[in-house]
């Protein structure tokens, strides 16, 4: 069943790694939801910067989107560790980047975004939230399977019959290319948040936080680098 409330009378718990993705998700739920928290997931990746990096992103969200400050709730952090050493890819082990066999890049770890919907949905229902906000996106260079809309469509009926409820998860970056996501960043708060996210969000695969570039900080070759820096590239060149 559809729900036909307006957003702003409802609530959502929003998948926030720190990155760019989920940084503008972020951005975009507070101005939709009434009322928003955030939900990490420690799963062994190689970096810690990233748990670092989402804490001070939240922080200068309240800063830079005053406004909409007081919709900020709550933050959490879900313990997946042992899941991430199921995975072994070169997201949770110190190993190259590179295609496997299946054509995927060994940084996709199978079934996290399916364990990660699934944590989020319980604690979702715990909090009360009734809405999921995932920055998942079937145009990024990769591919990853759990990426897909038809994934997400396929979870949402899934959790709403396991928790006996209606379980939407929201993805407004899933067709946007990441030139579009930069847009769509300054769209929902102007310089001041794509700042933000320039300085703050982490997504260097490699954990590199000594290299500053206009896009933002990271190795500048790894793929989460470089498609980053592309859609920096393009939407400056477009604006």
């Given at each position: 069943m559809t729900d036909s409330r307006h957003p702003l009378d409802r609530s959502a718990l929003?998948?926030?790694?720190?990155?760019?993705?989920?940084?503008t998700c972020l951005a975009w739920a507070l101005h939709r939801?009434?009322?928003?928290?955030?939900?990490?997931?420690?799963?062994?990746?190689?970096?810690?910067?990233e748990m670092e990096a989402r804490l001070r992103v939240r922080?200068?969200?309240?800063?830079?989107?005053?406004?909409?400050?007081?919709?900020?709730?709550?933050?959490?952090?879900?313990?997946?560790?042992?899941?991430?050493?199921?995975?072994?890819?070169?997201?949770?082990?110190?190993?190259?980047?590179?295609?496997g066999a299946r054509g995927l890049p060994n940084t996709f770890v199978p079934g996290r975004n399916l364990i990660f919907l699934t944590a989020a949905a319980a604690l979702a229902d715990r909090r009360g939230l009734e809405v999921l906000v995932g920055g998942m996106c079937e145009t990024d260079f990769s591919g990853y399977p759990d990426c897909r809309r038809d994934t997400i469509d396929a979870m949402?009926?899934?959790?709403?019959?396991?928790?006996?409820?209606?379980?939407?998860?929201?993805?407004?970056?899933m067709a946007l290319t990441k030139s579009q996501t930069w847009a769509l960043a300054h769209d929902l708060g102007g310089d001041a948040l794509v700042e933000l996210i320039v300085e703050e969000s982490h997504t260097c695969y490699r954990g590199d936080r000594s290299q500053r570039h206009d896009w933002g900080y990271g190795c500048g070759d790894c793929p989460a680098c470089e498609l980053r820096a592309d859609g920096w590239r393009d939407w400056v060149a477009n604006r």
């Amino acid at each position: 069943m559809t729900d036909s409330r307006h957003p702003l009378d409802r609530s959502a718990l929003v998948l926030f790694s720190g990155g760019q993705d989920s940084a503008t998700c972020l951005a975009w739920a507070l101005h939709r939801f009434a009322r928003v928290e955030t939900v990490g997931f420690d799963y062994g990746q190689r970096h810690a910067v990233e748990m670092e990096a989402r804490l001070r992103v939240r922080a200068g969200m309240a800063q830079v989107l005053p406004g909409l400050a007081d919709r900020l709730g709550p933050d959490h952090v879900v313990d997946l560790t042992g899941f991430g050493a199921i995975g072994e890819t070169a997201m949770t082990t110190d190993r190259a980047i590179e295609v496997g066999a299946r054509g995927l890049p060994n940084t996709f770890v199978p079934g996290r975004n399916l364990i990660f919907l699934t944590a989020a949905a319980a604690l979702a229902d715990r909090r009360g939230l009734e809405v999921l906000v995932g920055g998942m996106c079937e145009t990024d260079f990769s591919g990853y399977p759990d990426c897909r809309r038809d994934t997400i469509d396929a979870m949402e009926r899934a959790l709403a019959l396991g928790l006996d409820r209606p379980s939407p998860i929201e993805t407004p970056l899933m067709a946007l290319t990441k030139s579009q996501t930069w847009a769509l960043a300054h769209d929902l708060g102007g310089d001041a948040l794509v700042e933000l996210i320039v300085e703050e969000s982490h997504t260097c695969y490699r954990g590199d936080r000594s290299q500053r570039h206009d896009w933002g900080y990271g190795c500048g070759d790894c793929p989460a680098c470089e498609l980053r820096a592309d859609g920096w590239r393009d939407w400056v060149a477009n604006r």
